[in-house]
């Protein structure tokens, strides 16, 4: 009933405001993806700080991440 509503939603955002490019249904997409996902965390086994490789790692990914990202959606 959510992914409806958010549906909903963007064609009304569509239909008041025409000049919006970009995919719609984007909005639709991450709410399945978190629902299929779920919100909280498992529990870690080893709760101990990352070593030096790992936090370089995460920092790539990170980078990795902002580089292949696209605010077409954003463009109004």
Do not use: E
Request: glycine share 6%.
């Amino acid at each position: 009933m959510i992914a409806m509503l958010v549906l909903s939603l963007q064609f009304v955002w569509v239909y008041l405001m025409p000049a919006a490019t970009g995919y719609q249904g984007w909005l639709v997409f991450a709410f399945l993806l978190g629902r299929v996902l779920g919100i909280y965390h498992p529990t870690v086994y080893f709760d101990q700080p990352l070593d030096a490789k790992r936090k370089v790692l995460g920092w790539l990914a990170l980078l990795v991440f902002a580089l292949c990202f696209s605010p077409t959606p954003f463009i109004v």
